[in-house]
């Protein structure tokens, strides 16, 4: 009664895919969602750092597994994109498959697709945390240390998360409160962000780069407002928000450019 097995993906229909459970398969995405890497403002370390590691992988050098950790809304998960779209701009072919974290599980049977492929995949879960009695964390070692197989060597794994160590200090703590062994109790799930090779740590923007993020926003979409009006306005954008961050400042400039009639591509 059970479908039978998906047949082997066609890669070359797109450049980006969405891993997909019951049943298995990859969707591909004929437009991926993201800005220019150039209008990520305050991430220039990371930036750099990301986007170098990635041009490696994709000429098939050594690259390492990266976590991207930090602040809400500071542009984690558009700094992946971003990069993977400026490496394919500099003709670097590298394919982008999201997993969700919910099909972790899946995973074994995922890297058995990717790696027939002769094509390199970047693998990207974004939002990445586990808690309590979660499990499904065993099931991603196979991506970074591999198990008997390894990991293929045409797949690279980022992962974004607003936890260093992909589980909340409180439950760290808890844990080694009430264990027996309490180093033992947590060491198995700290340990798996000690896993990635690099760490990318992201961290709430100042007041200028906020003003910053805006304005570049404003001149790559023509949209036209003089600097005392959008500081006034974008602060007090801010202020009703109670944050700000690249996520804040992008839905104020969403709503300037709605009032002002300009048209966004997305």
């Known amino acids: 009664m059970s479908p039978p097995p998906a047949g082997a993906p066609d890669f070359d229909a797109a450049g980006a895919f969405v891993w997909h459970t019951n049943p298995d398969g990859l969707t591909p995405v004929p437009k991926v969602n993201r800005i220019a890497l150039d209008l990520l403002i305050g991430v220039d370390r990371s930036r750099e750092t990301l986007l170098e590691n990635t041009r490696q992988f994709a000429r098939g050098l050594p690259a390492n597994n990266a976590l991207l950790w930090g602040a809400r809304g500071m542009g984690k998960s558009s700094l992946v994109k971003a990069v993977h779209g400026a490496v394919n701009a500099e003709g670097l072919p590298l394919k982008v498959v999201e997993l969700q974290r919910e099909d972790l599980p899946s995973i ?12 390199r995949f970047l693998l990207f ?35 974004t998360s607003n936890r260093r160590h992909l ?25 798996l962000s000690d896993r990635f090779g690099l760490w990318l740590g992201f961290h709430a923007c100042s007041q200028d780069e906020y003003l910053a993020m805006i304005r570049g926003y404003c001149d790559a979409h023509g949209v036209e407002i003089e600097d005392d009006v959008l500081r006034a306005e974008a602060v007090e954008w801010q202020a009703t928000r109670g944050a700000r961050s690249g996520r804040v400042a992008w839905q104020y400039f969403t709503d300037l450019a709605g009032r002002r009639g300009v048209k966004v591509a997305g």
Do not use: W
């Open 108 to 119: 074994s049977r995922l890297l058995t697709h990717l790696r027939a492929s002769d094509h």
């Open 125 to 159: 879960c974004d939002d990445l945390s586990f808690s309590h009695d979660d499990q499904h964390y065993k099931s991603l070692k196979a991506v970074l240390d591999g198990g008997i197989e390894g990991r293929p060597e045409n797949v690279l794994f980022y992962a």
């Open 167 to 191: 589980m909340p200090r409180d439950m760290i703590e808890n844990e080694r409160g009430s264990a027996i062994n309490p180093s033992e109790a947590v060491e198995e799930k700290v340990s």
